[in-house]
């Protein structure tokens, strides 16, 4: 295999929840150059491959964007023409994946190819509806099947079907009848535990239990839509004790995170975490060279002061902006204001040179001074200024330092903000949230007050405090609901009572 032009990374997205994707896979992800990602795969992974092109290829029953040898053939001319392909398959690619048929191509051609496994749906799904696959003292086995192995060409004569142990059928709901008949034929019981699961590990997730001899009965009565996975087998009767992930506090619920810019979010992670289905939707785009006089001399700052998550996020949108990286930093030194703005600086190998656990300016300023003696003389560089509070830069200048502000992008609308708003309104939201007045006041500018007023109609809107709240109000969209106090914590704690209420 040569490794001389482009390579191939054929990876697993897991079945839906974005928190099931493996670390080499996030690592792939960061280094691509163009993705080709099928419509199984959540398209909140798209966010690790920031710079990369993607490409969609999926493939659903009775439509086909594209045909397997039309994939092929693309993965082999992508490789080619760039250095790193990432080919993004729901699953597990060499699990029902057709992942061994890519490889096939790529190995016959001659590319060089990496395989990242990803979490397998028959295993991760019935995990998420409480369902054991194997269990001791119950089955010590468990088979993968497709739906199609029960009935037409690929058809298994019946003493090839296992007679015992758990069923995992991929691609089953249409071959329910079929599912069952056979199994019955073979030997199964027709009171033989069964669950049907659709949109698993997903918000959306259903669960359906019932048994062998009501399979299609319970597919057509409750209308089971593909992505849906069937389990065969007595560990169905765990879910009674172990369901877990239905359980969650915002399960089922539809938020939609309007954001300032695209990036880490903790909002958007204590959601997931909580079971809703989150729609971010970023209001603002960094552009050109930002305000203030470009930075031709980085190693004339003394310390780089980042107040925020977001204030690391503009550093590194500045250097993209130029094409460079980190390593024009070396030499200065960086203060990170609080842990999760360290942690982020981190994420980008970058380690802080000084974390301050207070945004206290006075034990801010100590610290400084126990770190680097005397901060007279001494230049400091703010990037995103609008965001460091008024008495920590008077402290700075106030003891003789140099302080430079680098308001590091323009906030323009984001390139595809129509598509954006399409996404927004297929999504439907229940919640609508803003935590800021800059992105409440982009977001009106996004939709226009017609379909601000069309999205106020179906959704609740919830703003962290007052000062998001205004603009909303101001601008004609909803009223929006607002915790007492105003945290990040309290708003999730107020979704979370309000979504109460409607259950």
Same mark, same amino acid.
């Not at 490889?103 to 395989?115: D, N, P, Y």
């Not at 430079?404 to 609508?432: C, K, Q, R, Y």
């Given at each position: 295999?040569?490794?001389?032009?482009? %390579?191939?990374?054929?990876?697993?997205?897991?079945? +839906?929840?974005?928190?099931?994707?493996?670390?080499?896979?996030?690592?792939?992800?960061?280094?691509? !150059?163009?993705?080709?990602?099928?419509?199984?795969?959540?398209?909140?992974?798209?966010?690790?491959?920031?710079?990369?092109?993607?490409?969609?290829?999926?493939?659903?029953?009775? $439509? $086909?964007?594209?045909?397997?040898?039309?994939?092929?053939?693309?993965?082999?001319?992508?490789?080619?023409?760039?250095?790193?392909?990432?080919?993004?398959?729901?699953?597990?690619?060499?699990?029902?994946?057709?992942?061994?048929?890519?490889?096939?191509?790529?190995?016959?051609?001659?590319?060089?190819?990496?395989?990242?496994?990803?979490?397998?749906?028959?295993? =991760?799904?019935? =995990?998420?509806?409480?369902?054991?696959?194997?269990?001791?003292?119950?089955?010590?086995?468990?088979?993968?099947?497709?739906?199609?192995?029960?009935? +037409?060409?690929?058809?298994?004569?019946? !003493?090839?079907?296992?007679?015992?142990?758990?069923?995992?059928?991929?691609?089953?709901?249409?071959?329910?009848?079929?599912?069952?008949?056979?199994?019955?034929?073979?030997?199964?019981?027709?009171?033989?535990?069964?669950?049907?699961?659709?949109?698993?590990?997903?918000?959306?997730?259903?669960?359906?239990?019932?048994?062998?001899?009501?399979?299609?009965?319970? /597919?057509?009565?409750?209308?089971?839509?593909?992505?849906?996975?069937?389990?065969?087998?007595?560990?169905?009767?765990?879910? #009674?004790?172990?369901?877990?992930?239905? @359980?969650?506090?915002?399960?089922?619920?539809?938020?939609?995170?309007?954001?300032?810019?695209?990036?880490?979010?903790?909002?958007?992670?204590?959601?997931?975490?909580?079971?809703?289905?989150?729609?971010?939707?970023?209001?603002?785009?960094?552009?050109?060279?930002?305000?203030?006089?470009?930075?031709?001399?980085?190693?004339?700052?003394?310390?780089?002061?980042?107040?925020?998550?977001?204030?690391?996020?503009?550093?590194?949108?500045?250097?993209?902006?130029?094409?460079?990286?980190?390593?024009?930093?070396?030499?200065?030194?960086? /203060?990170?204001?609080?842990?999760?703005?360290?942690?982020?600086?981190?994420?980008?190998?970058?380690?802080?040179?000084?974390?301050?656990?207070?945004?206290?300016? @006075?034990?801010?300023?100590?610290?400084? #001074?126990?770190?680097?003696?005397?901060? %007279?003389?001494?230049?400091?560089?703010?990037?995103?200024?609008?965001?460091?509070?008024?008495?920590?830069?008077?402290?700075?200048?106030?003891?003789?330092?140099?302080?430079?502000?680098?308001?590091?992008?323009?906030?323009?609308?984001?390139?595809?903000?129509?598509?954006?708003?399409?996404?927004?309104?297929?999504?439907?939201?229940?919640?609508?949230?803003?935590?800021?007045?800059?992105?409440?006041?982009?977001?009106?500018?996004?939709?226009?007050?017609?379909?601000?007023?069309?999205?106020?109609?179906?959704?609740?809107?919830?703003?962290?405090?007052?000062?998001?709240?205004?603009?909303?109000?101001?601008?004609?969209?909803?009223?929006?609901?607002?915790?007492?106090?105003?945290?990040?914590? @309290?708003?999730?704690?107020?979704?979370?009572?309000?979504?109460?209420?409607?259950?």
């Amino acid at each position: 295999m040569t490794e001389g032009g482009g %390579k191939v990374y054929i990876v697993g997205a897991g079945p +839906g929840d974005p928190g099931l994707l493996t670390l080499r896979g996030k690592e792939v992800l960061e280094r691509a !150059d163009v993705v080709l990602f099928d419509h199984l795969v959540n398209e909140a992974l798209l966010r690790h491959a920031s710079y990369a092109e993607k490409i969609f290829v999926g493939k659903r029953a009775g $439509h $086909h964007a594209l045909t397997q040898e039309d994939i092929n053939r693309l993965l082999l001319e992508q490789a080619a023409r760039v250095g790193r392909v990432v080919r993004l398959k729901g699953g597990d690619p060499f699990v029902f994946g057709r992942g061994g048929e890519e490889a096939e191509a790529l190995a016959g051609a001659g590319v060089a190819f990496e395989i990242v496994p990803g979490v397998t749906a028959g295993i =991760a799904v019935p =995990a998420y509806a409480g369902i054991p696959v194997t269990h001791r003292g119950v089955t010590p086995s468990v088979t993968f099947m497709s739906g199609r192995a029960m009935e +037409g060409a690929d058809e298994l004569p019946l !003493d090839e079907l296992p007679r015992s142990g758990t069923l995992v059928f991929y691609m089953g709901v249409k071959a329910s009848a079929a599912i069952a008949k056979r199994l019955m034929d073979s030997g199964r019981a027709a009171a033989t535990l069964v669950a049907i699961i659709e949109n698993g590990t997903r918000s959306a997730q259903r669960t359906v239990t019932g048994t062998l001899d009501s399979l299609e009965d319970l /597919c057509e009565k409750e209308n089971i839509q593909s992505p849906a996975l069937v389990i065969v087998g007595d560990v169905v009767r765990f879910r #009674e004790t172990l369901v877990w992930f239905e @359980e969650r506090s915002l399960y089922g619920t539809r938020v939609a995170v309007i954001r300032a810019r695209r990036g880490p979010s903790v909002l958007v992670s204590t959601l997931r975490d909580l079971g809703a289905d989150v729609f971010e939707f970023p209001t603002v785009e960094a552009r050109s060279e930002g305000e203030g006089a470009p930075i031709h001399d980085w190693a004339s700052f003394d310390w780089i002061l980042l107040a925020s998550m977001n204030a690391v996020e503009a550093l590194f949108d500045y250097l993209r902006a130029r094409e460079q990286d980190a390593r024009v930093l070396h030499g200065v030194k960086l /203060c990170a204001i609080g842990v999760k703005t360290a942690r982020t600086l981190a994420e980008r190998y970058v380690r802080a040179d000084a974390t301050p656990d207070t945004f206290e300016s @006075e034990e801010i300023l100590a610290l400084l #001074e126990s770190e680097s003696g005397p901060l %007279k003389g001494q230049r400091f560089l703010l990037p995103r200024a609008d965001i460091v509070r008024h008495s920590l830069r008077e402290g700075l200048e106030a003891r003789g330092a140099e302080v430079t502000a680098m308001d590091a992008f323009h906030p323009e609308i984001p390139a595809g903000s129509e598509a954006l708003v399409n996404g927004l309104f297929d999504f439907a939201p229940d919640f609508v949230t803003f935590t800021s007045a800059s992105a409440a006041r982009n977001f009106h500018a996004i939709l226009g007050q017609e379909r601000a007023e069309a999205l106020g109609r179906k959704s609740l809107f919830a703003a962290i405090g007052p000062g998001a709240a205004e603009p909303t109000i101001r601008l004609g969209m909803k009223a929006p609901i607002m915790p007492s106090t105003p945290t990040l914590d @309290e708003l999730v704690d107020l979704l979370v009572q309000f979504q109460r209420k409607n259950k």
